[in-house]
């Protein structure tokens, strides 16, 4: 028996268990992921962790669904009530009031209330992950709840940024009751137990986990939007590629987490199979490290830029389904100023700009990559090549993937030129250009620094006038353009391959589906 015969047999015993097990359970969807889930935690992300808590943990507010051109898709522009019902706030703009929904239950039978909202902003506050630069991001000093269903969230200053960050599903809001039976004085946050459970108010929680193998998930009974589609989910590890692909073709599966390009070239020809496509909120770049010679010079810095044929690289790496970048803000992004990058390829002005930098050619230039994404080593090849064709002694070199996170972090960023992608879960231009150009943005990961960039995102941060902050973000693109930092490729497209029959997908600025979207015709 071949291996993806077994796995085909053993996707069939989990979804045969589950409705032997439950049997008023209609529906049930089989994803077939690269691992099972390894935390439940969103402020300690693992393994497919966000691929998951984006499942169990919902906001306040999110992101209206409208539909363009016959499809659906987010309203990054407005934001509606969810968890909250309503809200209030001050005239300076320092002081929020929520009003929760009554009756939100979570699957244990506990109802929502402001102290699950406090609690869990507070445990962000503590960890000092995710949650909490979300939190200093926009300004959230504090949360306290002031009545049963009202939370108050207190502010340094005014943000823009604000109620788009709700939205997010960091830092969580949980079912206290149910947490807080499995805190401990070692552990006051209970993220032992979290390692293998949830409670949240979202449509779905974690029935059951068998680490390296699968984990279930089952709608919350007492969900308080829509009735998912989708009774039960089984999330399964299977490791290989191909044999996702393969059990998907085969009707095995209804869902495959993350094909790469090849694979999405091989089944958008495939009627067994529909892809999905959407243009990424992430951009592709090759980072340049400003306190690394030559990159203290912004001439080699444009020279670089000028060296590399964008749509040739495009074609080699991303099979030409890439959208090529004119921003650090996605144009998906309200906001997005894609004119002021203007280095279109041109070898000749590149050798012409390394020749006014007195650039010594004596020295390799490293390409430095790893497998963090799929496309860094084909991408650190192609432009060590094309760096080669002007004059540049540059080579690929391959580093390891935990090398590369510890040396980009915020607290070293000590790599000189290095192949990365990054982008925000917040479609906000400000936080966008915050996380990954400010000076103490944690997605900066090349100590970029500009004053009057900070200047400007700082100023746009606090900035209520919707005029005035895409004033400001219009100024801080062009400035960040004229510095060329990265060399800038593209914003690869979000793929996500699923059953024909699926259908309801909508894209998320995580880049995750969420299985109370979808239904199967």
């Known amino acids: ?13 989990s979804a045969a268990a589950c409705s032997l097990a439950a049997p008023a359970l209609a529906e049930t969807m089989i994803l077939a992921s690269p691992q099972a889930p390894e935390g439940f935690d969103g402020d300690a992300l693992r393994a497919q962790t966000q691929n998951v808590v984006t499942q169990v943990y919902e906001n306040l507010v999110r992101y209206p669904k409208i539909e363009v051109d016959g499809e659906l898709t987010l309203d990054a522009t407005k934001v509606e009530p969810h968890l909250a019902e309503s809200w209030t706030t001050s005239e300076d703009g320092k002081t929020w009031v929520f009003k929760l929904r009554e009756g939100v239950m979570s699957p244990y039978g506990n109802e929502l209330t402001a102290d699950d909202v406090e609690w869990g902003w507070n445990k962000s506050f503590e960890q000092k992950r995710t949650g909490n630069f979300i939190a200093r991001v926009s300004n959230v000093e504090s949360v306290e709840a002031i009545s049963e269903y009202e939370v108050q ?22 079912d206290t009751t149910e947490v807080k039976k499995h805190v401990t004085d070692e552990d006051p ?20 986990l068998v680490p390296d193998d699968q984990a279930i998930f089952v709608a919350n009974p007492n969900y308080f939007k829509e009735t998912p589609y989708f009774d039960r989910v089984i999330y399964k590890e299977v490791p ?30 495939d009627d067994a199979v529909k892809v999905e496509r959407a243009t990424s909120r992430s951009v592709a770049a090759v980072r340049m490290n400003p306190t690394c010679e030559p990159f203290d010079d912004v001439k080699i810095r444009q020279a670089f830029n000028y060296a590399i044929d964008r749509d040739a690289l495009n074609e080699a790496v991303f099979a030409g389904q890439a959208d090529l970048a004119g921003s650090i803000v996605s144009p998906i992004i309200e906001g997005s100023h894609q004119e002021y990058w203007t280095y279109d390829y041109d070898p000749e002005q590149a050798q012409a700009l390394l020749e006014e930098a007195g650039y010594d050619d004596s020295e390799t230039i490293e390409v430095l990559y790893s497998d963090v994404f799929w496309h860094q080593e084909p991408v650190a090849i192609q432009v060590a090549d094309m760096l080669q064709q002007v004059g540049v002694n540059a080579a690929a070199k391959r580093i390891t993937a935990s090398e590369m996170r510890a040396k980009t972090a915020p607290g070293e960023q000590s790599l000189c030129f290095f192949t ?15 996380l990954m150009s400010h000076s103490e943005g944690v997605s900066n990961r090349a100590k970029f620094r500009n004053e009057e960039l900070d200047a400007d995102i700082d100023a746009a941060r606090e900035e209520l006038d919707t005029e005035t902050r895409m004033g400001l973000m219009d100024d801080a693109q062009k400035i960040w353009a004229e510095n060329a930092p990265w060399v800038l490729l593209t914003y690869p497209a979000t793929f996500e391959a699923m059953a024909p029959n699926i259908s309801g997908w909508v894209y998320y600025p995580d880049e995750h589906e969420r299985w109370a979207d979808l239904t199967a015709e």
Do not use: C
Not at 420 to 434: A, H, K, Q, R
């Open 189 to 208: 946050w209970a993220l032992e137990w979290m390692q293998d459970n949830t409670a949240g108010f979202g449509a779905y929680h974690l029935e059951r």
């Open 153 to 174: 969230f207190n502010l340094s200053a005014p943000s823009s940024i604000f109620l788009n960050a709700l939205t997010l599903y960091v830092p969580g809001v949980y």
């Open 240 to 269: 290989s590629e191909a044999s996702r692909v393969t059990l998907l073709k085969a009707g095995q599966v209804h869902w495959i987490d993350r094909p790469s390009i090849q694979k999405v070239v091989d089944m958008q020809a």
């Open 420 to 434: 990365w992608e990054d982008g925000p879960i917040v479609l906000d231009p400000v936080y966008s250009m915050y």
């Open 1 to 13: 028996m071949t291996r993806t015969s077994r796995l085909r047999k053993t996707l069939l015993a």
